[in-house]
């Protein structure tokens, strides 16, 4: 089993449409978790972190965590072309160990 | 402008020949690391570095050196590359942690 997995896609939502990333991790001391965005040819960037239970809204983005569920999700509002990326979700397992998972390549049609 | 950046951005080379891949970043951030990115496999930690002179294995070093002499540089060495370790190579660094990574633009390197 992944140590952090990511349904790989592709994920194609209409433009306008909520886009819904999921992530699972197996770690169950995994402290605190991310979702980079990488453009193709691009290097990741970070969108959103979120360390405690529940709901973290930044914008179009919100990030949920259920740790007893070992579950992480990306809710993208109003999705928009210029949003179709590939998502990366990554764990910080603690003791400086990272790790992140393959990736959710999504696709926004206009 | 607050930067990573990675020398070179392609590199194809033969196995055996050491090369040093370059990393250097101007946000006088503390923590730096090396990841490689392969299909359906995700980015994979390399080595890590908290500060000058203190490094430390990742996920998969196995084939890899670092060193961290000044605080804005950390090289990635590969002493005899492989075929294996054709990849895309990213740096990143950050500070208070791992908290937020800025990840530089990638190598892109192809051992044949």
């Known amino acids: 089993q992944k140590e952090v997995e990511q349904n790989s896609g592709p994920l194609s939502v209409p433009e306008g449409a909520i886009a819904s990333l999921n992530c699972t991790y197996s770690?169950?001391?995994?402290?605190?978790f991310f979702w980079y965005r990488q453009y193709s040819g691009k290097s990741p960037e970070l969108i959103m972190s979120i360390y405690s239970n529940g709901d973290k809204e930044d914008g179009r983005f919100t990030a949920q965590l259920n740790k007893a569920s070992q579950y992480v999700s990306l809710l993208i509002r109003d999705s928009q072309p210029s949003d179709s990326a590939t998502y990366l979700c990554a764990v910080n397992r603690g003791n400086n160990d990272m790790r992140f998972g393959a990736g959710t390549r999504l696709t926004v049609k206009p | 402008e607050a930067q990573v950046t990675q020398n070179p951005r392609y590199l194809i080379t033969v196995t055996g020949k050491k090369l040093t891949v370059t990393c250097s970043q101007n946000?006088?951030?503390?923590?730096m690391s090396w990841y490689r990115q392969d299909p359906g496999l995700g980015l994979r930690q390399i080595y890590y570095?908290?500060?000058?002179?203190?490094?430390d294995k990742g996920d998969v070093p196995e084939g890899y050196k670092v060193s961290r002499k000044e605080k804005r540089n950390f090289p990635l060495i590969l002493e005899s590359p492989s075929p294996n370790q054709t990849s895309l190579y990213f740096c990143?660094?950050?500070?208070?942690?791992?908290?937020?990574?800025?990840f530089g633009p990638g190598t892109r390197l192809l051992v044949l």
């Open positions: 770690d169950r001391v995994s402290q605190s």
């Open positions: 990143a660094s950050s500070s208070l942690g791992w908290e937020t990574q800025y």
């Open positions: 946000m006088n951030h503390e923590y």
């Open positions: 570095s908290m500060n000058v002179e203190v490094t």
